[in-house]
């Protein structure tokens, strides 16, 4: 299937990297299969009978659009349909604009005008797109849109964001009076009252540092352009896309929320992505209109942006223009800072474009100093550009570069040195945790020996010597410091789930992905740290929305902290849930069972239970008997299953069953799959009981005992396929009939070898 999600790595991964975790040093396991060109990106898997789409994009950064002329574009040879913005209204489709609401001041709120899939009355911005031809070469769709003839009458348009809050400039938006699309008045509790207070300490301080900034627009270049194929299913009513994103789970649930349909009635798979950092993050009007186009004709549509098209469709960044001041004493110490901000949206709210002008960058904006007072008031405006959305950064390195410009400007107009002004500014590491003026709590850093160690690494103190050997040989040499705070992306619903494969591998299904940051690597190390799994058997699998319970994708440098924190937690419930099934059948209570992570080096290993004064060996993972036996943990085909009530023997096939987890934190979900339960107790003598062995040769299964010092292993052999059951403690707790159902939480999961 051209479908199927990528699992990587693969299991051949040798090591000589070092790590911070307990294991061996690992080889990183990502780039393997992509060296050797195995990858598969948006282009490489064509679908049988798949059309190629093109896009008619706007000349126009502001028109009426009068009329959209397709006869002649459907007389060309092999164009096959063309949509229009009439097929979007019939198919239901809504506001592409999602966003998360802000508040303005006066109690106003985030305008949000309609953003549509192709335009139909008026377009707004160069490149917005007005229609889709669908062929059957990629050639013969470009001919197409060349020949859709849009009749356009040229409106004013507005492209630079203090031009647009002007009286009198062009009007983007009815909804959006004077191009104001949400007046923001910070953090503050008070905001009035915040800003009264920093208006006296700039009125009264010995110092104050005064700058204007502007931030560029800029827009991505990924080595990899948008793009995706779409289909339809009649039978089941129901879209298949296959995209480049940043979360299969999240793009499914905005698309379908744009769509208006159920999200069930959407699938969305990604595989390799080629670069992304932000730009993919969600919806787009190509992918609305490629679904559509998929329904009517009934056929797969495959579009790949070309670089022109990406530069005035892809989501552009930055584009702000800044004014910014910062209160002194007389030695230097920081009173308040006070930011007026303008940041351009472009013609439409992007995902969370008004969060990269508003809370991202004010959070941002104390970095590592001691400031009490922070007034920031941002307006958002519309212009008739590309939208804005997340694309490096989003708002973060805006932030730093204000506080970190000001700084190095009030030390050479105060006359203080550019580094002992930020060390006396600098938050102690006494002072941790510490509650910023932007509301922020930071739980850690010791700023002071950071900035101390970068001095050293950079060899400050030795920097004129070099500049002046530069200058010798005609050149010149500059250096500068920046310290750099920087807020991750709130956290979210995120996966960790667990699965046991009949191989004896392990795979980790996660709702973030990897477009190169490399997950497969630390991921596998965190559950192997916390369950023994050896790290070369554990995969990954991502990219599709049907093997996933949650997950809001890789963005905003929180992907080890939200998958991460997912895998340990749903570990936990493993060893939990494992020694809940084990004090059924070892007559003890859940607090005298302990989860051990045995030594696979060695054949043997001694097991000291804390609880008992009886040592006890037992075959360890690497034995080559419990690795057959667990590689065949349930064979569902010739045992089924066996249920003999609490307390008793229990196995049974388990697949894809979900269970989910909550903490304190965040939601958190794993699956429960073919299951075992390891615990050492000073009990284990009553495991093997003569119910167990009559019922399981009534059964036909011959049952051995193994008993090494009161601990007891029960080795269940299959005679038909070789193979057979570990019974370590085994499988203990409450099954429902249905043999592929469970009792949510009422199994744990083994490392299997």
Same mark, same amino acid.
């Given at each position: 299937?051209?479908?199927?999600?990528?699992?990587?790595?693969?299991?051949?991964?040798?090591?000589?990297?070092?790590?911070?975790?307990?294991?061996?040093?690992?080889?990183?396991?990502?780039?393997?299969?992509?060296?050797?060109?195995?990858?598969?990106?948006?282009?490489?898997?064509?679908?049988?009978?798949?059309?190629?789409?093109?896009?008619?994009?706007?000349?126009?950064?502001?028109?009426?659009?009068?009329?959209?002329?397709?006869?002649?574009?459907?007389?060309?040879?092999?164009?096959?349909?063309?949509?229009?913005?009439?097929?979007?209204?019939?198919?239901?489709?809504?506001?592409?604009?999602?966003?998360?609401?802000?508040?303005?001041?006066?109690?106003?709120?985030?305008?949000?005008?309609?953003?549509?899939?192709?335009?139909?009355?008026?377009?707004?911005?160069?490149?917005?797109?007005?229609?889709?031809?669908?062929?059957?070469?990629?050639?013969?769709?470009?001919?197409?849109?060349?020949?859709?003839?849009?009749?356009?009458?040229?409106?004013?348009?507005?492209?630079?964001?203090?031009?647009?809050?002007?009286?009198?400039?062009?009007?983007?938006?009815?909804?959006?009076?004077?191009?104001?699309?949400?007046?923001?008045?910070?953090?503050?509790?008070?905001?009035?009252?915040?800003?009264?207070?920093?208006?006296?300490?700039?009125?009264?301080?010995?110092?104050?540092?005064?700058?204007?900034?502007?931030?560029?627009?800029?827009?991505?270049?990924?080595?990899?352009?948008?793009?995706?194929?779409?289909?339809?299913?009649?039978?089941?009513?129901?879209?298949?896309?296959?995209?480049?994103?940043?979360?299969?789970?999240?793009?499914?649930?905005?698309?379908?929320?744009?769509?208006?349909?159920?999200?069930?009635?959407?699938?969305?798979?990604?595989?390799?992505?080629?670069?992304?950092?932000?730009?993919?993050?969600?919806?787009?009007?190509?992918?609305?209109?490629?679904?559509?186009?998929?329904?009517?004709?009934?056929?797969?549509?495959?579009?790949?942006?070309?670089?022109?098209?990406?530069?005035?469709?892809?989501?552009?960044?930055?584009?702000?223009?800044?004014?910014?001041?910062?209160?002194?004493?007389?030695?230097?110490?920081?009173?308040?800072?006070?930011?007026?901000?303008?940041?351009?949206?472009?013609?439409?709210?992007?995902?969370?474009?008004?969060?990269?002008?508003?809370?991202?960058?004010?959070?941002?904006?104390?970095?590592?100093?001691?400031?009490?007072?922070?007034?920031?008031?941002?307006?958002?405006?519309?212009?008739?550009?590309?939208?804005?959305?997340?694309? %490096? @950064?989003?708002? =973060?390195?805006? *932030?730093?570069?204000?506080?970190?410009?000001?700084?190095?400007? /009030?030390?050479? +107009?105060? $006359?203080?040195?550019?580094?002992?002004?930020?060390?006396?500014?600098?938050?102690?590491?006494?002072?941790?945790?510490?509650?910023?003026?932007?509301?922020?709590?930071?739980?850690?850093?010791?700023?002071?020996?950071?900035?101390?160690?970068?001095?050293?690494?950079?060899?400050?103190?030795?920097?004129?010597?070099?500049?002046?050997?530069?200058?010798? %040989? @005609?050149?010149? =040499?500059?250096? *500068?410091?920046?310290?750099?705070?920087?807020?991750?992306?709130? /956290?979210?619903? +995120?996966? $960790?789930?667990?699965?046991?494969?009949?191989?004896?591998?392990?795979?980790?299904?996660?709702?973030?992905?990897?477009?190169?940051?490399?997950?497969?690597?630390?991921?596998?190390?965190?559950?192997?740290?916390?369950?023994?799994?050896?790290?070369?058997?554990?995969?990954?699998?991502?990219?599709?929305?049907?093997?996933?319970?949650?997950?809001?994708?890789? @963005?905003?440098? =929180?992907?080890?902290?939200?998958?991460?924190?997912?895998?340990?937690?749903?570990? /936990?419930?493993?060893?939990?849930?494992?020694?809940?099934?084990?004090?059924?059948?070892?007559?003890?209570?859940?607090?005298?069972?302990?989860?051990?992570?045995?030594?696979?080096?060695?054949?043997?290993?001694?097991?000291?239970?804390?609880?008992?004064?009886?040592?006890?060996?037992?075959?360890?993972?690497?034995?080559?008997?419990?690795?057959?036996?667990?590689?065949?943990?349930?064979?569902?085909?010739?045992?089924?299953?066996?249920?003999?009530?609490?307390?008793?023997?229990?196995?049974?096939?388990?697949?894809?069953?979900?269970?989910?987890?909550?903490?304190?934190?965040?939601?958190?979900?794993?699956?429960?799959?073919?299951?075992?339960?390891?615990?050492?107790?000073?009990?284990?003598?009553?495991?093997?009981?003569?119910?167990?062995?009559?019922?399981?040769?009534?059964?036909?299964?011959?049952?051995?005992?193994?008993?090494?010092?009161?601990?007891?292993?029960?080795?269940?052999?299959?005679?038909?396929?070789?193979?057979?059951?570990?019974?370590?403690?085994?499988?203990?707790?409450?099954?429902?009939?249905?043999?592929?159902?469970?009792?949510?939480?009422?199994?744990?999961?083994?490392?299997?070898?």
């Amino acid at each position: 299937s051209a479908y199927l999600p990528r699992i990587c790595p693969s299991w051949k991964a040798p090591a000589d990297m070092d790590t911070t975790t307990s294991h061996p040093a690992t080889k990183r396991v990502e780039d393997d299969y992509l060296l050797r060109g195995a990858g598969r990106y948006m282009a490489d898997a064509p679908l049988p009978g798949q059309t190629y789409a093109a896009f008619v994009r706007s000349p126009h950064a502001h028109a009426d659009v009068k009329s959209v002329d397709t006869q002649a574009a459907l007389a060309i040879k092999g164009v096959v349909a063309v949509i229009t913005a009439a097929d979007i209204a019939a198919a239901g489709v809504k506001n592409l604009s999602q966003h998360p609401p802000v508040a303005g001041r006066n109690g106003g709120k985030l305008a949000m005008p309609v953003r549509p899939a192709l335009a139909g009355e008026r377009v707004r911005h160069i490149g917005e797109a007005v229609a889709m031809v669908l062929a059957e070469t990629a050639a013969a769709a470009q001919d197409g849109a060349e020949a859709v003839e849009v009749e356009y009458e040229p409106l004013d348009a507005v492209v630079d964001i203090r031009e647009a809050l002007k009286p009198g400039a062009p009007q983007i938006w009815a909804e959006a009076p004077g191009n104001l699309a949400v007046d923001w008045m910070g953090l503050a509790a008070n905001p009035e009252e915040m800003a009264k207070k920093v208006d006296d300490a700039i009125k009264s301080a010995a110092h104050v540092a005064r700058v204007s900034l502007v931030h560029q627009r800029i827009n991505v270049a990924s080595m990899e352009p948008r793009g995706g194929t779409a289909s339809y299913d009649k039978a089941n009513d129901g879209y298949l896309l296959r995209v480049c994103s940043q979360g299969a789970r999240a793009m499914r649930d905005a698309m379908a929320g744009v769509m208006g349909i159920p999200p069930a009635k959407i699938r969305v798979t990604t595989e390799e992505v080629g670069g992304a950092f932000g730009l993919k993050t969600g919806p787009y009007p190509e992918y609305v209109a490629m679904l559509v186009g998929a329904k009517k004709t009934g056929r797969p549509v495959h579009w790949m942006s070309g670089r022109n098209e990406s530069f005035v469709s892809d989501n552009h960044a930055r584009d702000a223009y800044s004014e910014v001041e910062l209160a002194l004493d007389a030695s230097g110490k920081f009173l308040a800072f006070r930011l007026r901000h303008d940041g351009s949206l472009g013609a439409y709210v992007g995902a969370v474009g008004a969060n990269i002008h508003t809370a991202n960058m004010t959070r941002c904006l104390p970095g590592m100093y001691d400031i009490k007072l922070l007034d920031v008031q941002s307006k958002c405006v519309f212009t008739n550009t590309t939208q804005l959305a997340p694309y %490096r @950064g989003a708002g =973060r390195p805006e *932030g730093n570069y204000y506080m970190e410009r000001l700084i190095d400007y /009030a030390a050479a +107009e105060c $006359g203080f040195d550019r580094i002992d002004l930020r060390r006396k500014n600098q938050i102690r590491k006494s002072q941790i945790p510490w509650k910023s003026a932007a509301g922020t709590t930071y739980d850690s850093g010791d700023f002071p020996a950071i900035l101390k160690k970068a001095l050293e690494a950079s060899d400050w103190k030795g920097f004129n010597k070099r500049r002046r050997e530069s200058k010798k %040989r @005609g050149k010149l =040499r500059g250096i *500068g410091v920046g310290c750099f705070l920087e807020v991750t992306a709130p /956290a979210n619903k +995120e996966m $960790g789930g667990i699965a046991f494969d009949a191989d004896g591998g392990v795979t980790i299904r996660t709702g973030t992905l990897d477009y190169g940051q490399g997950h497969a690597t630390p991921f596998a190390q965190v559950l192997s740290d916390q369950l023994g799994v050896p790290f070369d058997k554990v995969r990954i699998l991502q990219g599709d929305s049907d093997e996933l319970l949650a997950g809001g994708g890789t @963005g905003g440098s =929180r992907s080890m902290m939200n998958s991460g924190q997912a895998i340990v937690e749903a570990a /936990a419930k493993v060893v939990e849930q494992g020694k809940h099934i084990a004090s059924h059948a070892l007559e003890a209570s859940s607090g005298d069972i302990e989860f051990i992570i045995l030594n696979t080096t060695d054949p043997w290993t001694e097991v000291d239970g804390e609880r008992s004064s009886i040592k006890t060996k037992h075959p360890t993972l690497s034995d080559p008997a419990v690795r057959q036996a667990i590689n065949l943990l349930i064979d569902r085909d010739s045992i089924q299953k066996f249920i003999y009530g609490r307390g008793g023997v229990a196995t049974a096939s388990f697949v894809n069953q979900p269970a989910q987890f909550k903490s304190s934190k965040l939601t958190y979900a794993f699956d429960i799959d073919k299951a075992n339960v390891l615990a050492t107790s000073r009990l284990w003598r009553h495991v093997v009981t003569e119910t167990i062995e009559k019922e399981f040769r009534d059964k036909g299964v011959e049952v051995d005992h193994h008993l090494v010092d009161s601990a007891a292993m029960v080795m269940v052999s299959n005679p038909r396929k070789l193979n057979g059951i570990v019974l370590t403690e085994n499988m203990f707790g409450d099954i429902l009939s249905d043999e592929s159902s469970v009792i949510p939480g009422s199994l744990g999961l083994l490392p299997s070898a």
